[in-house]
C-alpha cells in the first residue's frame, strides 16, 4: 500500500470538502459573476473559474500516476475558459462558461478519481522525476507536484473561494 499516497490523499481529501462547503448558498445565477463591494466590481476569480480552474488538474494527475484518464478529459470549452492562462471574466448573462451543475459535477467526480489514484500509486512512481520540465525546479519529484496541486493549489484557489463569498454577503462556509 502507497504511503505517500495516503498521505497526500488525506491533504486532498479535506480540500475537496472545503471546497464542497465552500458552495453552500451560491445560486447558479451568482456562480459566474465577479463579486461587488458597494459600487465597486471586484476583479478576483468566481466559483465558475475557480471550480472549472481545478477540475482541469485531475485528469493530469491520474495520468502521470499510470491511471485511465481518458472519461476525464475536459471539454474544448473547459480548456478555453480555465487553463492557466485564461482571464476570469464576470459572465452576467451566464452564456460564457458551462453551467455550475457541469462545472461542480467535473470538479467533484476529477477530484475524487485523483484521488483514488494516489491513494493506489506506489511509491517508487511519486519518486520519479517530475515529468513536468517548466514545474521541475520547485517540484522536482512527481509526488512533490501532485501534493501541490491537490494540496497548495487547491486551497490558494478556496482562499479565493472564501473571499469571493464574503464580498457576495454569504460569509464563511
Known sequence: MSKIGLMIAASAR???????RLLKDVTPEHFA???????????SNHPAFIYGHLSL??????????????????TELFELRFSKDATCVDDPEGTLYPSM???V?????????????LEATDDDIFRQ???????????????????????GHLMMHMGQMSAWRRIAGLGPA
Not at 479535506?14 to 464542497?20: D, T
Not at 459573476?33 to 476583479?43: E, I, P
Open 14 to 20: 479535506l480540500g475537496s470538502g472545503y471546497a464542497e
Open 33 to 43: 459573476r465577479l463579486a461587488v463591494s458597494g459600487q465597486q466590481v471586484v476583479d
Open 57 to 74: 488538474y485531475a485528469p493530469r494527475i491520474v495520468s502521470e500516476l499510470g491511471g485511465d484518464a481518458s472519461s476525464m478529459q475536459p
Open 101 to 103: 451543475d457541469e462545472i
Open 105 to 117: 459535477t467535473a470538479f467533484k467526480t476529477n477530484h475524487e478519481a485523483a484521488i483514488n489514484q
Open 129 to 151: 522525476e517530475n515529468p513536468n520540465e517548466g514545474m521541475r525546479k520547485l517540484f522536482p519529484t512527481i509526488g512533490a507536484m501532485h501534493a501541490f496541486y491537490v494540496g
